[in-house]
């Protein structure tokens, strides 16, 4: 069930032209949003005339209204039912100062009722209301087709895609981190700017490993008691040692209690190798069972990485995962297998069972390394984000694009898949040419298109599209 959004409306209206097509138009997408789940904010048809926005005075009472639901509002749907007042619009939403996304929709003419009794002109009106948001610095969202009836599937698919656009906007820029521990020193790779992401609106809060393991050390079994049969009905923990899992159990617990004491909602963890040295497990069934419950959790402190994942899962409400572009697959220029060792969530395996992380069993002891989840990633859609703070070009950059995950075969160890993404080559290219990292957020959907809008047009980030 996709999250209920509440959305603020403008009927836009001109007085030179019928006046009943803003009332039954105000009628028509108050119904289509309500039938859809979604709250309105609008100013009442008893406050001005038939609940439209044509006059200064009518402008300032719907942004007063606008101002007073700030904390309930999503994003603002503009609609045209006729050509509609581009000034009166655009001061609502400069004065409203909501800084959420905006979607401007403007109804079809009717090519039988072209009369002075029914011509729209919305068709023009629409490019009037966008050249006056331009001229005051309001981000605004289209349609897919210039003019959409509202009652229509193609409208539904639009607000679909405008909800995903207000979910990835609005919760990146409430979005806290936590960094658990410090990254792998062999991983420069993942280095970040707090202070670029801090820009954007999202805060890093970090602890040492030192002081989650302390907590840990605290903890009696029974308290992780529960944890640890959520873990045994997660995933299948057949010939995993018992102490292991306890282990497991603790330090799940420890984390969950300190991102709600910070109030993170999405983490990034120093996954190897001081856990497995010196506390004796893998963190990442762990963090699966986090992300899988759309709390996104990376490996290696990756924080870039995790604001990815969490953009990805804002959109589609899905659980993400954070995957290396890992090796290529076989001669064929299209396919490349990701992987990871791996913390992938449930949702993404066709079938899985947790087992010991073998890259890094040779070094630290197998008995140090139980925890990982193994299986292969289904077949299906998938998105997949690359976000950086770049220092030395003074952005947030990175890619989006789609592809799918395939039923070819694969024998190999930790979570993975083969992927199929078109002219693969030239993304690949394009990765190292850009100093891109190997790693990449992935999602089992297709919803590159508003997590591309957010980004860019709302957060202002500098996002390339591999189409």
């Known amino acids: 069930m996709s999250k209920q959004m509440t959305f603020g409306v403008i009927v836009g209206n001109r007085g030179f032209f019928p006046d009943h097509l803003a009332q039954s138009g105000r009628e028509e997408m ?14 009442g048809v008893e ?16 942004a007063d209204l606008f101002s007073q639901n700030r904390d309930r509002i999503d994003g603002v749907i503009v609609t045209l039912p006729n050509f509609g007042d581009e000034r009166a619009v655009a001061e609502t939403l400069k004065v409203a100062a909501l800084n959420v996304p905006v979607l401007i929709q403007a109804t079809p003419d009717d090519a039988s009722r072209m009369t002075i009794a029914d011509r729209r002109d919305s068709f023009c009106g629409k490019m009037s209301v966008c050249n006056n948001l331009q001229q005051v610095g309001v981000p605004y969202s289209l349609t897919a087709r210039h003019t959409v009836k509202p009652d229509s599937d193609l409208f539904r698919k639009d607000l679909d895609w405008f909800a995903a656009v207000c979910r990835v906007a609005n919760g990146l820029r409430r979005t806290r981190v936590g960094a658990i521990g410090a990254r792998p020193a062999a991983f420069n790779t993942v280095r970040y700017s707090e202070k670029m992401l801090a820009g954007a609106g999202i805060d890093v809060e970090t602890i040492d490993l030192s002081e989650i393991l ?7 079994d029974a308290e992780a008691q529960p944890k640890l049969e959520q873990i045994q009905n997660y995933v299948s923990t057949q010939h995993i040692p018992a102490d292991s899992l306890m282990k497991m159990a603790k330090l799940g617990l420890v984390i969950e209690r300190w991102m709600a004491e910070t109030d993170c909602t999405v983490s990034a963890v120093q996954c190897w190798t001081a856990l497995e040295e010196y506390f004796g497990v893998v963190p990442c069934t762990v963090m699966s069972m986090m992300s899988d419950r759309l709390l996104p959790s990376a490996c290696e402190v990756d924080v870039c990485g995790v604001v990815a994942m969490h953009a990805l899962a804002l959109a589609s409400e899905t659980p993400s995962a954070l995957l290396d572009w890992n090796n290529n697959y076989g001669d064929d220029p299209d396919k490349a297998v990701c992987f990871h060792c791996s913390n992938l969530p449930k949702h993404f395996f066709a079938d899985v069972r947790m087992d010991f992380q073998e890259i890094i069993a040779g070094s630290v002891g197998k ?50 898949g083969v992927v199929r993404i078109p002219d693969l080559q030239s993304l690949l290219h394009y990765i190292c040419e850009s100093g891109f990292e190997h790693h990449v957020a992935a999602n089992l959907s297709a919803c590159a298109g508003p997590v591309e809008e957010a980004l860019t047009k709302y957060l202002g980030w500098e996002i390339a599209r591999h189409d």
């Open 30 to 43: 108050i119904r289509v949003l309500e039938s859809a789940g979604h709250g309105v904010v609008a100013v």
């Open 47 to 62: 406050e001005t005339k038939y609940g439209a926005i044509e006059t200064r005075a009518e402008a300032r009472r719907c």
């Open 214 to 220: 302390g907590r840990v050390a605290r903890m009696s």
């Open 367 to 416: 008995l140090n390394t139980f925890g990982t989840m193994v299986g292969r990633v289904k077949s299906g859609p998938m998105t997949y984000l690359r976000i950086s703070t770049d220092d030395g070009y003074g952005a947030i950059r990175g890619y989006i694009g789609e592809g799918e995950f395939t039923d070819d075969p694969l024998d190999t160890f930790g979570g993975a």
